[in-house]
C-alpha cells in the first residue's frame, strides 16, 4: 500500500476499475479518468450544491457525473480540466440514451493533478481512504496518455497564445481587484507572459482598487483587466489579491474603436460571464498545488519591460500606441492653436493622458478616463444657489438644502415646543431663558454646555438652542463657536434631523435621518475633554451620519468635434476651491461663484470667444429605472487662480 500525503490511511482493499467503455445499465463501479469538463459546485434548485463533470479515459468513451451534496466541500475538488479522478462506487444510469454518473451509498472521490511529475497528493473530503501501487500506475498512465490529447489541454492558455474571439481557460495570479458597479467586478491578473494584442484598462476610481499600488504600477504593461459577471461577482469579492486562481471560459472579445479622421484600432477585452454554462467558474487553487508551483516560476523569471502609466489608458491612446502605427490626421478643427492657448483649468494629475476628441469618448466603451480640452457651452442651474445639494456617502442620497423660507417654517412649527422658565441646569450645561417681546412672549432658551466643568467664554462654546427663529440663529452663530438646535421632548432635549444638528460660523452641518442613529445629547459629555469642537466628532458622538454639501452641476462640453453632456458633483470642491457648505450663508462667495461661470461661459459672447478648459472626465454606466445609458462625471480638475479670485 502506498502512503499519500500524509493521511490516514486504510487497510489495502483490492479495487477492479471498469473502462468507461465497458459501463453498463445499473452497475455500480469504481473508475479512473480526465476530466474533460466540469463545473465546480453550485446552489442547485433545492437544499444541496450541485457539481457536474465530464471524464474519458483511454478508450476515448465520456461519462457525464452529477453529483449533489448539502456539503460543497465533501463534492470532488476539481480545479481544472486535465485533472484525474479516482471515483470508487458510482452508479452508472440512462439518461437521455446516454450513461451518467451518480453517486450511491459509500461513494468517495480523490482528484490528482494532471502534469506528468506533479505530486501524487489527493484531494479528498475523505478522512480515510486507500491508495495502492496498483492505483500508482492508472494514474501515471492517464497523465502520460492525456499528454497528447488537444482536446484536453488546447483551452488552456497562457496569455501570449491568446487570440481574438477565443474562450479559454488560466491559471493566474491576482494583482488588484475592484468593484466596477453591482453587476460586474474588475480582476487584474498576469501569469508572468504578455498578451500579444492591445488589452482594454477597466477604469475605476483610484480608491475602489485593491492591490499593491507599487506592484499594480509595475506589472501594468503585462496584466490584463478581465470583466466577470453577476453570480461571479460574489466570487470575485471574496477572492483575496495576492492568491493564485483557475478562471473558466474566458471570453476574449474583439472591441474596434473607430472615430471621425481617425483610424480603427483594435483592442482584446477580457469578459467572464454569467452563469456556469461552460464551466464558467473561479476558483481559489492551493499554494501546494502543482500548477501554483509552476506559475510561482515563471513570475519569478518573468521579463518585465518598461511600464505604460498607471491610469487607465483611453481608446484614443491605445490607437496612437507605438505597437500600432496609425494615421496621425488632425480633428476637425485647429488642433496647434488649441495647444497653445492657456487653459482657465489645470490638472492636478494624469498630464501624461493625450488630448482625447470628444467624438473619440462619446464612440468608446464605458468606463473608461479621458482627458479632453473643450469649451462650456452651458451649465444648468442657471439660479446657481439651487446647484449646492447635500449628498449622504452612507446611501448615496442628494437631497435638496432647504432655504431661508422652509428653515423658518419649521422653526415656528417648533414655537409650540419651546421651553418654560423652569429649564433646570445639569452637571454638563448650565441654562438660560428668556421671553421675546413683541412676539406674544415666545421662551427661547440656551443650554452652555460645560467643557473641563466649567463654562468657555462665547467664542470657545458650544450652546444648545431651544425656540430661536432663523435671523435669531444667524446673529448668535456670530458670537459663539457651535451651536446645536434642539427642542424640549417629555423633559429631555432631543434633535431634529429637518433642520442643522450644528452651526459653525457659515457652515451649517445636517444629518442623513436615513442612516443615523441618533444617541443622547449626553454623549456629548465625552467630548468635554477635547481642545475645540470638531464637527466630525460630534457627529459621531450622537450618532449622526453627516451630510455633505456639494456642488451639483450639468455642463455641456463642446470641442468643435463633438458635445456631450457631464455633470460636476463629486469633485466640486476641488474644482472651485469653495465650500458648497458656506456660500449659501457668504454672499461674497455666491459673488466669486457668478464671476466664475461669466468667464467659463461668458453672456453675450460667440463660443469661439469662450476658454479653453483642461478636463478629466470619465464615463460610466447609470440606470434611471427605465434604461441603462452612459453618464460622464468631471474630476481631478482645478480652477486656474487667476480665475477664481
Known amino acids: 500500500m502506498c502512503s499519500v500525503s500524509g493521511k490516514m490511511n486504510v487497510p489495502a482493499q483490492k479495487y477492479i476499475y471498469t473502462p468507461l467503455d465497458q459501463l453498463k445499465e445499473g452497475m455500480v463501479a469504481n473508475l479512473f479518468g480526465v476530466v474533460a469538463f466540469f463545473k465546480p459546485p453550485y446552489r442547485s434548485k433545492g437544499t444541496d450544491f450541485c457539481s457536474i463533470v465530464t471524464i474519458v479515459d483511454q478508450s476515448n468513451m465520456k461519462l457525464k457525473c452529477t453529483f449533489f451534496n448539502g456539503n460543497p466541500d465533501a463534492l470532488p475538488k476539481i480545479f481544472k480540466v486535465g485533472d484525474i479522478v479516482r471515483f470508487h462506487r458510482i452508479k452508472i444510469q440512462n439518461f437521455n440514451s446516454d450513461f451518467q454518473g451518480i453517486s ?72 488588484g481587484k475592484a468593484e466596477v458597479d453591482k453587476a460586474s467586478y474588475l480582476l487584474k491578473v498576469w501569469d508572468g507572459t504578455k498578451c500579444a494584442s492591445l488589452t482594454w484598462k477597466v477604469c475605476v476610481e483610484d480608491d475602489a482598487l485593491e492591490g499593491d499600488r507599487a506592484s499594480i504600477n509595475r506589472l501594468q504593461s503585462i496584466t490584463i483587466d478581465i470583466l466577470v459577471y453577476d453570480n461571479h461577482v460574489v466570487v470575485a469579492k471574496s477572492l483575496k489579491v495576492g492568491s493564485c486562481i483557475a478562471i473558466q471560459n474566458i471570453h476574449a472579445k474583439l472591441h474596434n474603436s473607430l472615430s471621425e479622421n481617425q483610424a480603427q484600432a483594435a483592442f482584446l477585452e477580457f469578459h ?150 423652569n429649564t433646570e441646569n445639569t452637571f454638563w450645561y448650565q441654562s438660560a431663558t428668556w421671553k421675546t417681546i413683541n412676539q406674544g412672549n415666545r421662551a427661547v432658551a440656551i443650554h452652555f454646555v460645560k467643557k473641563h466643568d466649567f463654562l468657555q467664554s462665547p467664542e470657545d462654546s458650544l450652546i444648545m438652542l431651544e425656540g430661536g427663529t432663523f435671523k435669531e440663529i444667524c446673529k448668535l452663530s456670530r458670537h459663539f463657536d457651535s451651536i446645536i438646535l434642539v427642542r424640549s421632548k417629555k423633559g429631555h432635549l432631543e434633535i431634529d434631523l429637518s433642520t442643522p444638528f450644528l452651526i459653525q460660523g457659515n ?139
Open 507 to 645: 457652515r451649517w452641518h445636517y444629518g442623513c435621518s436615513k442612516c443615523s442613529n441618533l444617541k443622547p445629547l449626553e454623549m456629548l459629555n465625552s467630548l468635554s475633554q477635547e481642545v475645540d469642537w470638531n464637527a466630525t466628532e460630534i457627529a459621531k458622538a450622537l450618532g449622526i451620519e453627516p451630510l455633505m454639501h456639494l456642488f451639483v452641476m450639468h455642463f455641456t462640453l463642446e470641442d468643435g468635434t463633438g458635445s456631450l453632456n457631464a455633470y460636476l458633483w463629486k469633485h466640486s470642491k476641488q474644482f472651485f476651491q469653495i465650500h458648497a457648505s458656506e456660500i449659501l450663508m457668504d454672499s461674497e462667495l455666491q459673488k466669486r461663484l457668478h464671476n466664475i461661470m461669466n468667464t467659463l461661459c461668458p453672456p453675450a459672447k460667440q463660443i469661439s470667444e469662450y476658454p479653453w478648459m483642461d478636463c478629466c472626465i470619465r464615463s460610466y454606466h447609470s440606470n434611471d429605472g427605465r434604461k441603462d445609458q452612459i453618464c460622464y462625471e468631471i474630476f481631478d480638475t482645478i480652477l486656474s487662480e487667476r480665475n477664481s479670485d
Open 272 to 421: 467572464l460571464h454569467g452563469g456556469t454554462g461552460y464551466g464558467r467558474s473561479i476558483t481559489v487553487l492551493p499554494e501546494d498545488d502543482y500548477d501554483v508551483q509552476e506559475l510561482k516560476k515563471a513570475l519569478d523569471t518573468a521579463e518585465l519591460k518598461e511600464n505604460q502609466p498607471l491610469d487607465c489608458l483611453s481608446s484614443l491612446e491605445l490607437t496612437t500606441s507605438s505597437d500600432n502605427q496609425l494615421s496621425q490626421k488632425l480633428p476637425p478643427f485647429d488642433a496647434l492653436e488649441i495647444c497653445q492657448q492657456l487653459s482657465v483649468t489645470v490638472l492636478p494629475a494624469h498630464l501624461q493622458w493625450q488630448i482625447t476628441p470628444l467624438t473619440t469618448v462619446i464612440n468608446s466603451k464605458a468606463p473608461q478616463k479621458f482627458r479632453i480640452r473643450a469649451r462650456l457651452k452651458s451649465f444648468k442651474p442657471q439660479h446657481l444657489y439651487q446647484s449646492v445639494k447635500f449628498h449622504c456617502t452612507k446611501c448615496n442620497s442628494l437631497l435638496d438644502v432647504p432655504d431661508e423660507e422652509e428653515l423658518n417654517n419649521i422653526f415656528q412649527e417648533g414655537f409650540n415646543d419651546s421651553p418654560n422658565s
Open 104 to 175: 450511491s451509498s459509500g461513494f468517495s472521490a480523490l482528484v490528482f493533478d494532471g502534469a506528468v511529475g506533479a505530486p501524487i497528493v489527493p484531494r479528498t473530503y475523505s478522512k480515510c481512504y486507500s491508495f495502492t501501487t496498483e492505483d500508482q500506475k492508472n494514474l501515471e498512465s492517464l497523465r502520460d496518455w492525456q499528454t497528447g490529447q488537444e482536446n484536453l489541454s488546447g483551452s488552456r492558455l497562457k496569455l501570449s497564445d491568446i487570440q481574438p474571439g477565443q474562450y479559454f481557460n488560466l491559471i493566474c495570479h491576482l494583482v
